[in-house]
């Protein structure tokens, strides 16, 4: 009891120092009573080495000690038998020319390398003993052996023992030419940094001189402006300056006037990035000086580098064939390791805070106009997902925020030279030209207005000159979207250049240096691949990014009125016009000026059908890319299928405007957003940081404990101190985190979903809102014709039941309509064009042929009535397609057979009943479009004109230049077109496991309400009994109706009157997005969110909007097929495009498996990866406090455990298991919950803390009980008499391997502890790698602790000893090579029957931290925990309705 008492209290009392202690351990002294109270025996020392006996005359020595040698061997002066003495052999009796040896020269040795056994030995009393033992093994008497003399003490005695005075250790006087050279270099290091300061400081006078007096006259210069106070910031003018600026300024404002265009600064609405990026820009120009003293600390960089390699290498005698061969003895060499180490720690943190700024230190700050190199400097705020409104968190986020602003960490820097274009300079930052414009002082991209409307972009059809292409280029660069990719030894530095690795790095030398190189080896191999990993992951992301962006072709361009061929695609400007070609990749986005083109853009919107572009009308139309003009647009990077020239046009050529290039094309926006996101952090970041600080608190208490136990203080318990804080905040950490996402990403790719954005990976696993758009994405891609219903000629009465699907049997009208109000166009042999309109072709059995007259767009015959009579085709001489702006598309139709031209508009009913003529609306319109559509019909309505005969009534000019609100006016409702949306097969399935999943669905659509409220009941959004209330703007006043009866209801009354709970109410809403407008100018929407399912009429804005909003309540993802979707699958937190190209980037999820089951597959790896990494990150904070507690007992016995056991742990264990976690696979179905975003979070510490709680207690536990035996009592490692430095001779005792086999089997068991959890994984035994892992660990430590003495235990000095003494105990005489045991004891073998108890007594340890784990945390209180919640959510979760 009394040892068990004396154990704790080292843990207990650790803070109390206890003065004028010197034994080790502290609170006790070893080996002092037995059990009984008795004195413990003194112990048996072996092989202890006796000092020689010298002697006046050979004849005098013991005949045991007689010099005889064999044959052929001389006795030496040392002693010993050599083939022949040197003269380096000196007399042994002189004890290396002592001052006091001289008055032995008479005396000679006797034989050298006596061994003795003493058998009671006493430290105290260790001269005498030896003395006395060794006399009496050279067969001298007592009274002899009293009579020996002692060395130093008797000079005149015929035999003495010379037992030789330590010789004073080796020491520096930090003169020598070594450390003259080492100071000579940092004085001039120093030196030349200060002398530079100085002489920067000169050079810059002026300039800052200007730069105050500016400021103090309130001129505006933006170097001395705060970052968020300015947008692209001018740069430093001087008075002296302005008159060259001004001449400058002049010529290019003719160079203006002459090229008749107008250059916009990015702070202009319509500008190429709409950059509200602040920026400020810093000049500098090269200083040779500058340039030295930047050598001299990149060699002073590297000089640290190899002062540490040189002390590391002498230590193992590496230099100079000896260990400490050049830095003397141990301790001093760790003392000036300890202090270089330091210094070299503090340098590199210097370099590295820096090293974006620290090249431009060496250069001078000058205005940025007249600089050669510009720094700009961007300040960036950190979006945080998922923030959990902690305190605790926001106490470390401000700290850290003050911290980051205090040394500007938050500002971005990077530094591009200054070059010249046509007279002008410039810059490229972040793939944009930076242009100096002198009129405003300042540098700032520019974009070329070529016009507002149609006819002034026509007026650019002749194109432009050579020389004017030039000009543009230079201040727009090339069309090229230019993505730098690194090369990989520039990649492997800027990865290594962080703090992270810094901390790596130091604690690897440590390691080399102390005895550990071995896993020094192993963690910097672990450490290499996993940086190597995240470089090759980042460098083949980076280019696939630039084999997308990064296009260039030769295109034919009209320049200085001609057509030249063979023009590089990079040398395209504003302006220019060129001809667009079949099979081709469009360079530039641009504006079709004639002729006809279909393009695949599902590379850039992964809309998945080719998309059909026409030529920009001839007339005064505002022109809006991506609006009404967008079906008149081509993107960059999108293919160019089919081209059809206009049949007037000669040249027979497809001509295009060129209006943005490189990156301010569309493409390059995209690829911009991707190369350059806002930095986010995720919560699990943010706990990360916290749990990094306590680890780090709890790693400095480690580091005080060791260097009181492992040494009182002295250099080597400081080795010890770095050992635990390393362990204790493992540096495996970040690579257990990088390969987890990249297992991840592979297992996601072989699902294929396609991740751009790893750390989204985690990010899904948390989502609890899923949007869905409807057509494509949760039900079919096309939609199937259900018929035509033609208007009732008694408008007052209701449609009579006249729907047919039969072409021949429809309204004339109707059929013409359905059949020529289109944008189908036919490439080889395959329609291209809306899914709709080829659906509804299909149906009417039209044939498409080609143009009969260059008037004509399109030449279309219908389906013969009488097989006899040829049926007379129809042509289409005017079309305006259907663009999401409108909701409708129209066409002026010829009908030869009565030489009347018809209009034909069709759209969705509510736009096409807004622009018919309202008498010709029947009365029953709405209820009728309403119930088609609550029966899941997509409704579209036709409305027609006769616009009288051709030649007479109307001319062929007068159709060619009318606007489309001229042509598309006037027009009577002829009847709806209907078709069926149908379901995915596999929706109903996604839907249901997304709800049981704990998500909620929502559906974001362009199509009608009415058909969207159908299709979410179909597909389980919304229950079968569920009320559902729509809500509709009418001029601008919000009406709610029941969808089922019709009535018109007050929205707010009904969910009032639902006595269930905002989550539980079986209400939905519904609106359109007129509605959803309304509600949002009201700032009503947010009341509303929850509670509606079905979002309908949404333009592509609204649905961002939408997205935007459902973000603000949780983490939200998006599902779409592209086209429409793009903005809300950039702006969800998750966004996921079904998508059949491989290369699209319209989100950071795509998938070319279009079923909607990979919303929950993504959701279920999302999941599983996120729990994963929560795993590896247990486990690795297991193996710190494990290795805390286990090192912390060892440091207070001073027993270290054997080198092999350390090896297994960290080259083994630790990295198998990890690497084991990882491979855990997500679970078949989506659990009910999420698994928890943070580190620090009550779950997590419950489990942490009480598997650390329990496994302390075991091991202090076995220490306790150990010191309850009564084989062990009086045999306790006694470290008084060895060097503390020589930590691998400190495991050869019971202490040490009672802790280590403890520790041993808690370190791969905690591996598995992480593994449970079948929530969000597969059940732990369908981990294959782990239970493998596991398994071997577990039999070859098992068969460790319960074998007899054997070659696997021995390597691990465990059930062992030296073969001598195991054959004196009882066991045969081993007969493989066993090193001698550093212990009196000799072995540290267990009883047989103590084995099996502490066999048992582990697997105790075992199944108690599986039972809290496994059976409480995840069990008993997971359960408690969810039940609590559902009843009483925390204040700041909201609850939401599935």
Request: negative net charge.
């Amino acid at each position: 009891m009394r040892a068990a008492i004396q154990i704790l209290a080292v843990f207990l009392f650790a803070s109390i120092a206890l003065d004028g202690v010197k034994a080790i351990p502290v609170f006790h002294h070893i080996n002092d009573y037995d059990k009984q109270g008795n004195v413990c025996p003194l112990p048996l020392k072996q092989k202890v080495e006796c000092p020689v006996l010298c002697v006046t005359n050979h004849e005098l020595c013991p005949q045991a000690l007689a010099p005889n040698c064999p044959t052929g061997q001389t006795f030496c002066l040392d002693g010993t038998c050599q083939e022949s003495c040197g003269e380096e052999i000196t007399n042994a009796c002189l004890c290396n020319g002592e001052t006091i040896g001289t008055a032995y020269t008479n005396y000679v040795p006797c034989m050298a390398g006596q061994l003795v056994n003493i058998t009671h030995y006493d430290a105290e009393k260790e001269l005498e003993q030896t003395r006395s033992a060794c006399a009496s093994n050279a067969g001298l008497s007592s009274t002899d052996a009293s009579s020996i003399g002692i060395w130093g003490v008797d000079t005149t005695n015929p035999m003495i023992w010379a037992e030789c005075p330590e010789l004073p250790l080796p020491t520096f006087t930090f003169t020598e030419p070594m450390w003259i050279a080492v100071w000579a270099l940092a004085a001039a290091q120093a030196g030349l940094l200060i002398l530079w300061h100085l002489y920067k400081t000169g050079r810059e006078f002026a300039f800052h001189k200007s730069m105050q007096k500016a400021a103090a006259t309130g001129v505006l210069r933006a170097d001395k402006l705060p970052i968020d106070e300015k947008v692209n910031s001018p740069s430093m003018i001087s008075d002296d300056d302005k008159e060259d600026i001004t001449e400058e300024g002049k010529t290019t404002n003719d160079e203006k006037t002459k090229d008749a265009v107008v250059l916009r600064s990015t702070d202009s609405e319509t500008s190429s990035l709409q950059d509200s990026e602040r920026l400020r820009f810093r000049g500098f120009n090269i200083d040779y000086i500058g340039l030295f003293v930047f050598g001299s600390v990149v060699c002073t960089t590297l000089l640290f580098l190899v002062f540490l390699g040189c002390i590391v290498n002498d230590y193992y005698g590496g230099l100079a064939g000896a260990e400490f061969a050049i830095f003397l003895e141990s301790e001093l060499s760790s003392k000036i390791f300890c202090a270089v180490w330091h210094i070299a720690a503090a340098w590199f943190a210097c370099i590295l805070l820096f090293r974006k700024r620290i090249l431009n230190y060496f250069r001078i700050e000058n205005y940025a106009h007249n600089a050669q190199y510009v720094q700009i400097e961007r300040r960036q705020e950190e979006q945080i997902f998922l923030a959990d409104g902690s305190k605790l968190i926001a106490k470390l986020r401000h700290f850290e925020q003050l911290a980051v602003k205090r040394l500007n960490m938050d500002i971005v820097v990077e530094t591009h030279k200054v070059k010249y274009t046509s007279g002008l300079k410039y810059f490229e930052y972040q793939c944009m030209r930076y242009v100096f414009n002198a009129e405003k002082h300042m540098f700032e991209p520019y974009e070329f207005d070529l016009g507002s409307t149609n006819n002034k972009l026509h007026e650019y059809s002749n194109g432009m000159t050579t020389e004017d292409a030039k000009k543009r280029q230079g201040l727009l660069g090339s069309n090229l979207i230019k993505v730098r990719v690194p090369s990989i030894p520039l990649a492997i530095a800027q990865e290594f250049s962080s703090f992270l690795y810094l901390y790596q790095m130091m604690c690897m030398w440590v390691w080399y240096y102390f005895q550990y190189f071995q896993m020094g080896l192993v963690q910097t191999c672990i450490i290499l691949v996993s940086a190597l990993v995240r470089v090759i992951l980042r460098l083949r992301a980076e280019y696939r990014i630039k084999s997308m962006a990064e296009h260039v072709d030769e295109v034919c361009v009209l320049r200085d009125g001609e057509w030249k061929e063979g023009i590089s695609s990079a040398d395209l400007v504003p302006g220019d016009v060129f001809e667009v070609r079949e099979k081709t990749q469009l360079p530039c986005d641009a504006v079709i000026l004639s002729g006809t083109v279909v393009v695949n853009e599902s590379s850039l919107t992964g809309e998945a059908m080719p998309v059909r572009k026409i030529e920009m009308n001839k007339d005064d139309t505002v022109y809006d890319m991506m609006g009404q003009g967008k079906i008149n647009t081509l993107f960059a990077g999108t293919t160019v299928m089919q081209i059809t020239p206009n049949g007037n046009d000669t040249t027979r050529r497809i001509r295009a405007l060129a209006l943005r290039t490189g990156i301010s094309s569309e493409k390059g926006m995209l690829i911009h957003k991707i190369l350059f996101p806002s930095p986010v952090s995720f919560i699990f970041n943010e706990h990360i940081k916290l749990a990094i600080c306590f680890l780090l608190l709890w790693g400095g208490i480690a580091f005080a404990l060791t260097l009181w136990w492992m040494g009182r203080g002295n250099i080597t318990s400081w080795f010890y101190g770095v050992f635990i804080m390393s362990q204790i905040f493992s540096p495996l950490l970040p690579a257990a985190f990088t390969i987890n996402q990249s297992v991840a990403a592979a297992r996601m790719r072989s699902k294929k979903i396609l991740c751009l954005d790893l750390p989204r990976i985690n990010l899904s696993g948390k989502v609890r809102i899923f949007c869905f758009d409807k057509t494509g994405t949760l039900t079919r891609e096309g939609l199937e014709f259900y018929g035509a219903v033609a208007s009732p000629k008694d408008l007052d009465g209701t449609f009579e039941e006249n729907r047919t699907d039969d072409p021949l049997k429809m309204d004339k009208v109707v059929a013409m309509g359905i059949g020529t109000c289109h944008a189908v166009t036919k490439v080889h042999d395959q329609f291209i064009g809306n899914p709709v309109d080829i659906e509804s072709f299909n149906a009417m059995k039209w044939d498409l042929q080609a143009p009969a007259d260059p008037q004509y767009l399109d030449t279309l015959c219908p389906p013969q009535v009488n097989p006899n009579e040829k049926a007379t085709p129809v042509h289409v001489l005017r079309r305006f397609e259907f663009v999401h702006a409108r909701a409708s598309q129209s066409v002026a139709v010829l009908d030869p057979a009565t030489n009347h031209v018809h209009v034909f508009l069709k759209g969705s009913f509510e736009r096409v009943k807004h622009l018919s003529v309202q008498k010709t609306i029947p009365i029953q319109y709405d209820r009728t479009a309403a119930n088609y559509a609550r029966e899941g019909c997509y409704v579209l309505s036709l409305a027609h004109r006769d616009m009288g005969e051709l030649g007479q009534d109307i001319t062929m000019e007068d159709i060619k230049t009318m606007s489309r609100d001229e042509l598309e006016k006037d027009c009577h409702f002829a009847g709806f077109v209907l078709f069926r949306n149908m379901l995915k097969h596999d929706t109903v399935d996604a839907i249901t496991e997304l709800k049981e999943g704990d998500t909620r669905t929502v559906m974001i659509t362009g199509d009608t309400a009415l058909t969207g409220i159908f299709i979410a009941r179909q597909c389980g959004m919304i229950g079968p009994h569920q009320r559902i209330l729509l809500g509709d703007s009418v001029n601008g006043t919000l009406v709610w109706n029941d969808v089922d009866s019709g009535l018109q209801v007050d929205v707010d009354e009904i969910l009032e009157d639902d006595p269930r709970e905002s989550h539980e109410k079986q209400i939905e809403l519904a609106i359109t997005g007129r509605a959803f407008e309304t509600l949002i100018a009201q700032n009503k929407m947010r009341k509303y969110l929850l509670n509606t399912r079905v979002f309908a009429r949404m333009t592509p804005s609204d649905k961002v909007q939408c997205v935007r909003l459902h973000m603000e309540r949780g983490v939200t993802a998006m599902c779409g097929d592209g086209g429409n979707d793009c903005g809300a699958l950039r702006a969800a937190h998750v966004g996921l495009a079904l998508s059949e190209a491989e290369a699209s980037i319209v989100s950071p999820f795509s998938t070319s498996n279009r079923s909607i089951m990979q919303c929950v597959e993504l959701l279920k790896q999302g999941r599983s990866a996120l729990a994963t990494s929560f795993a590896n990150y247990k486990f690795l904070i297991f193996y710190g406090e494990c290795m805390a507690c286990w090192e912390l007992l060892m440091f207070y016995f001073t027993v270290i455990a054997p080198q092999s056991i350390w090896i297994t742990i960290d080259g083994f264990s630790t990295p198998f298991m990890t690497f084991a976690i990882t491979q855990a696979r997500p679970a078949d179905k989506l659990g009910p919950s999420r698994p928890t975003a943070k580190p620090v979070g009550p779950y997590t510490l419950v489990s942490s803390l009480g598997v650390i709680f329990i496994n302390f207690w075991f091991i202090v536990a076995s220490v306790i009980w150990l010191f309850q035996q009564d084989w062990f009592v009086c045999n306790e490692f006694d470290s008084t008499a060895v060097d503390s430095a020589r930590w691998w001779l400190l495991g050869d005792n019971y202490e040490s391997e009672i802790i280590s086999l403890v520790i041993i089997f808690q370190f791969f068991h905690n591996g598995a502890l992480v593994n449970f959890g079948s929530a969000f994984r597969q059940s732990w035994w369908r981990n294959y790698v782990l239970v493998f892992f596991w398994c071997c660990f577990f039999v070859s430590t098992s068969y460790m602790i319960l074998a007899d003495p054997n070659p696997y235990s021995c390597i691990f000095r465990i059930n062992c000893g030296t073969p001598e003494v195991l054959h004196e105990i009882g066991y045969p005489m081993p007969t493989w090579h066993i090193d001698e045991y550093n212990s009196p004891l000799g072995h540290n073998v267990l009883p047989q029957n103590f084995r099996w108890r502490l066999w048992g007594f582990i697997l105790g340890n075992i199944a108690t931290t599986t039972i809290w784990e496994r059976v409480i945390v995840q069990g008993f209180l997971r359960s408690w925990v969810m039940k609590r919640n559902k009843q009483n959510p925390p204040k700041d979760r909201t609850l939401f309705k599935l």
